[in-house]
């Protein structure tokens, strides 16, 4: 029987995700300890309420209500209670004694992630975080490890699972946006407060961790262009998946120019149509999916559960592996990499292609004077489809509607030819504008 050292764990919030790692660490000690080359002692969970009901059941002595004590004698600190404060101050509470920390919450690292990463790098201490994006789905590792020879061109992921299990039932079942999401908040994918889900800002901090990893520089949350699925009609799912795309909230993170043609990167999270032979277009329900495209590897994809607790815990337990492996050989944790400082470019350098519905009035020389409009905004078309006019209820004068299909623009440029067509006489309104995304 090998006699393992004990690494110290503090888990702090026992809910969905902290419950499962605790029974877990508790389960399966001996094979964890194998793994690490360290025993993983659990001293102790902080929690808000000890008399709380819980899921799984825990030995209640481990529970305490004093997190900053338990902190103190941590050489490793879980943190799976979510939101600012107080787990910023825990989390740094933590790495200022040098204790590592393990943590799944994406919106502090989003907001906070720079001034955690200093304080870690400060005491050679480091920031795991696997869990944070896409749930158990490896992603983190394998960006900052396996691909950290490689340039990343682009990233293109489902990182938010309600959205796209919303998506997806309006999609495969008609169902509405508001009883699609009440299932999933039923089924315990969405966050507290789930506009954080459906308005895109767990999508857009998760963008933001994704990019600064995948371009060695640091990307602001401020910078990541963010639009939800509250706009999503029923109309446009039916006719996206008529056209041959499913309609999927995507994060992408990608290198661009600049005007002047200097490198950059650009984050953004918005509804996009993806064409169904798409690998991203077969993620159904909650689940996620981070395609990556790297220069040498080629395409990657990375597929799997972004949510729920028990899948979860399955990144918290690889970190505190990896992280009690750390205390073991000693040295300083390996810290965040933003030495290329790249610009991070606002969403009027994005291109890409767009799908725009119009609603137009059905008379001779109405496709000539939209051709025309996209024409003087550098906006070229690839596909235009046509439906039968409608003549209006009080015999005014017939309607139609126009799909056009654009080739690659460039987002500034974009929105100049939607104003325009907005404002022109012969469209009553422009309906949808979609970007096209992987075709
Ligand atoms: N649930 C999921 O599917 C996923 C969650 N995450 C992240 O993991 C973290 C935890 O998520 P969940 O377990 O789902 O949340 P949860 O809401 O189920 O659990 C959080 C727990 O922390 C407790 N808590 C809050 N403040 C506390 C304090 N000051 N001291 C002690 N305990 C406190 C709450 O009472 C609750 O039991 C969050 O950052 C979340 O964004 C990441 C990926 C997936
Ligand atoms: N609410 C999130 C949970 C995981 O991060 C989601 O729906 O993906
Ligand atoms: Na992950």
């Known amino acids: 029987m090998i006699e393992y050292r004990n690494v110290r764990v503090a888990l702090l919030g026992a809910g969905s995700v902290g419950s499962q790692v605790a029974r877990l660490l508790l389960e399966q000690s001996d094979e964890l300890a194998g793994r690490a080359g360290a025993g993983l002692e659990l001293t102790g969970i902080a929690v808000r309420d000890l008399d709380a009901e819980r899921d799984v059941d ?5 529970f305490t209500t004093d997190a900053e004590s338990l902190i103190l004698g941590a050489d490793i600190v879980v943190e799976l209670i979510g939101g600012i404060e107080p787990a ?18 994406k919106a502090l690292l989003a907001s906070h992630g720079p001034e955690l990463f200093a304080a870690a790098e400060q005491v050679g201490a480091q920031v795991f975080y696997e869990a944070a994006v896409a749930g158990a789905i490896p992603i983190i590792r394998p960006l900052r490890e396996s691909l950290a020879g490689d340039r990343i061109k682009r990233i293109m992921g489902i990182v938010n699972g309600t959205t796209n299990f919303i998506l997806d039932r309006m999609d495969s079942l008609g169902e509405s946006l508001e009883d699609a999401l009440a299932q999933a908040t039923a089924l315990g994918y969405a966050e507290a407060d789930p506009t954080a889900d459906i308005e895109g800002y767990d999508a857009a901090q998760k963008a933001t961790i994704l990019a600064s990893l995948a ?33 999927k909230l995507l994060a992408i993170c990608e290198s661009l120019v600049d005007d002047d043609g200097a490198p950059g990167v650009s984050a953004r999270v918005h509804p996009a149509l993806v064409p169904l032979g798409h690998p991203l277009a077969a993620v159904h329900g909650a689940k996620n999916a981070v395609f990556v495209e790297a220069e040498a590897a080629g395409d990657l994809m990375f597929y799997g559960a972004g949510a729920g607790g028990v899948e979860t815990a399955s990144a918290v337990l690889g970190d505190l592996v990896s992280a009690a492996r750390r205390h073991v050989i000693g040295g300083p944790g390996l810290a965040e990499s933003n030495h290329a400082n790249l610009h ?14 119009l609603d137009v009035a059905d008379q001779p020389g109405v496709l000539a004077t939209v051709a025309s409009l996209l024409a003087q905004h550098e906006v070229s078309v690839e596909t235009v489809e046509q439906t ?34 907005t404002n022109a006489t012969v469209v009553n309104s422009v309906t949808s504008v979609l970007r096209v995304e992987g075709a």
């Open 88 to 105: 910023r101050s825990y989390v740094l509470q933590a790495l200022g004694s040098g204790a590592d920390v393990v943590t799944g919450n």
């Open 344 to 357: 991070v470019l606002p969403m009027g350098n994005v291109v890409t292609s767009y799908q725009i519905t």
């Open 215 to 247: 371009f060695h520089t640091t990307v602001p949350l401020m910078s990541v262009h963010r639009e939800g699925i509250t706009g999503v009609t029923h109309e446009q799912v039916v006719a996206a998946r008529k056209a041959g795309y499913v309609v």
């Open 58 to 62: 825990l030995p209640r002595d481990l």
């Open 388 to 421: 039968s006019g409608v003549i209006s209820s009080d015999g005014g004068v017939a309607t139609a509607t126009l799909i056009i299909g654009t080739h690659r623009a460039r987002e500034s440029d974009l929105a100049a030819t939607v104003a325009a067509l």
